[in-house]
């Protein structure tokens, strides 16, 4: 059994809770952020960051949104998507701290067949990342080349 949704099952207006949550850790981030070679201070100095006016380190943007993305595959394209397509619309409105619990939902904004693969659809999930103080912390859109459910497989006769 595939846990993904197929794109029959991908109408808009649909909004899934992602059942998995999870805490960042200090060791993600420096972890992340050194790994995709950004020297950015704000992450990986905490005397640095102490100054700011955040006070303390902000986790890596691009972790917070590969995090979002991942907390959402289970329920959504876990062996159902063909293609990631793009990322857009993407915003930070507030920081993610290491410590913070991170919680997705995911909304279908728009689902139609592909032209050029009869077999799949493309559809516009938008995904709404909230820390455990129910603040928004990201909200990006994702598009995903989705296939459509198989045809069951006719049995031969005994």
């Known amino acids: ?31 992340f952020t050194t790994m995709t070679m950004n020297p950015a201070p704000l992450h990986l100095d905490a005397d640095y960051a102490a100054s700011t006016e955040f006070g303390r380190p902000l986790v890596n943007s691009m972790f917070t949104l590969a995090l979002v993305v991942g907390l959402s595959v289970p329920e959504l394209t876990q062996g159902t998507i063909v293609a990631q397509l793009g990322i857009n619309d993407v915003a930070f409105p507030k920081p993610v701290f290491p410590g913070d619990t991170i919680r997705v939902e995911t909304e279908v904004v728009s689902a139609r067949a592909s032209k050029s693969r009869p077999d799949a659809g493309l559809v516009v999930f938008e995904h709404r990342a909230r820390n455990q103080r129910d603040e928004l912390v990201c909200r990006a859109r994702r598009t995903g080349l989705m296939h459509r459910r198989p045809s069951p497989t006719p049995t031969e006769p005994s």
């Not at 197929?6 to 981030?29: C, I, K, Y």
């Open 1 to 31: 059994m595939t846990p993904g949704r197929w794109f029959e099952e991908l109408e808009v207006g649909t909004v899934v809770q992602h059942a998995t949550r999870r805490t960042v850790t200090e060791t993600d981030n420096v972890l």
